[in-house]
């Protein structure tokens, strides 16, 4: 009978391993086939433990000083831009150019001494309503200031010095302004004008006429400001504002030189009063030309005669003088007037339309056709009343 406990082919009882028999291990071994039935290596289990054992270590180490790093490291607090303390000493003239930005200016007052650094003076800008309302002119500031003090004097436009000159000012009136604001004696700035033209930077066209090239503007006046100075810095503006309206490009492209497009331009700065009529009265410069009629302009009389007025007589059209557009077809020999940035870009960028005519009826009432008789009509209209403004303005007749 077989012995259901013993295995066929083996002999001498019970297996190792088996139910019931005590468990044979080799000394210091591990229990059991390891992977695949081979037995496990006591020395890379040992080697492997202890690599774990050491990962583990590490790990424990690294964050242990990442959680003290991150309690006990100062943290990244912005750092304060620096700036003075008190009330300043001494004083310093500085200057505030046209079109200035904020960082431009704080740079100036940082090489003048006047504030520690521009970021504190733009920090003090950003923190005020008023901040980048500064005016351009000329300041008188102590130098050592906290940023807030400077922009505080920055802010005040009684304590710029500066010389503003209007836009359509002709240049008999800007040389009048000069002299009066640098104190000179009258003539002193248009004689400037003439003896050193050479000198201002006028375009070849000009012929050392610097009419039509001081550029409307504020400009900062210093003690040490001249008229020659002056002059030449309205003349680079003109050159500047002429150069970013692409005159010379569009020049080409009409068919008239860029002298001729200042000149158109200065036209229109004389007979409107805003950038949308402007933009038309250039278009009707351009429809007249093309069509080879004059341009019959009451500015280019007034201009040979010196003064400003709304009305012209029969008496004034029949004026001897190159700048008669009533008699001389064509554009006048030179500008009439400094146009500013609308009268520019009426020039290169004229309204679309086949206006001839225009008349202003009344202020902010411009009216433009192509129909004579529909401008006899609007003419009509303006005499009609001019008229009884001038009654309003007489004295009542009879006693009492």
Known sequence: MTDPYTAPGLTGGLTPGHLGAPVQEPEGGVPGPGPGGEPYDPRRLRSGLACCLSVLALAGVLGAAVLAGYLWWPR???????????????SVQVSVVQG?????????????????????FTEAAAKSPAGNTIQPGTYTLRQRL???SALNVLLDPGNANALTIPEGWRAERIYTAV????????????????????????????????????????????????????????????AKAQQADELETVAGALGRSPYELVTIAS???????????????????????????????????????????????ATDTKLDS???????????????????????????????????????????????????????????????????????????????
């Open 179 to 238: 002299d009066q604001k640098l104190n000179l004696a009258e003539g002193t700035t248009r004689g400037v004008a003439e003896q050193q033209a050479g000198e201002l930077g006028l375009p070849p066209e000009a012929k050392g006429n610097p009419e039509g090239y001081l550029f409307p503007s504020t400009y900062p006046v210093t003690g040490e400001t001249g008229a020659l100075g002056l002059l030449q810095q309205m003349v680079r503006q003109a």
């Open 100 to 120: 200035a930005t904020l960082t431009q200016i704080g740079q100036v007052l940082v090489k003048q001494g006047v504030v520690a650094s521009t970021r504190a």
């Open 76 to 90: 990244n607090e912005p750092v304060r831009a620096a700036d003075f303390g008190g009330s300043g000493s001494g």
């Open 267 to 313: 036209l229109v700065q004389g007979e409107a009063d805003n950038a949308e009529d402007m933009a038309k009265v250039a278009r009707v410069v351009l429809n007249r030309l093309a069509k080879q009629m004059p341009l019959q302009f009451d500015s280019t009389i007034n201009y040979a005669l010196g003064r400003s007025t709304l009305t012209t007589t």
């Open 322 to 400: 190159p700048f008669n557009t009533y008699l001389h077809q064509g554009l006048p020999p030179t500008p009439i007037a400094n146009p500013g940035r609308d009268g520019l870009q009426a020039a290169v960028q004229p309204a679309e339309g086949d206006w001839l005519y225009f008349v202003t009826v009344a202020k902010g009432d411009t009216r433009f056709t192509d129909s004579f008789e529909q401008h006899q009509r609007n003419v009509a209209e303006f005499n009609t009343r001019q008229a009884a403004r001038a009654a309003d303005r007489s004295p009542a007749a009879g006693g009492g």
């Open 146 to 148: 906290p940023a807030a």
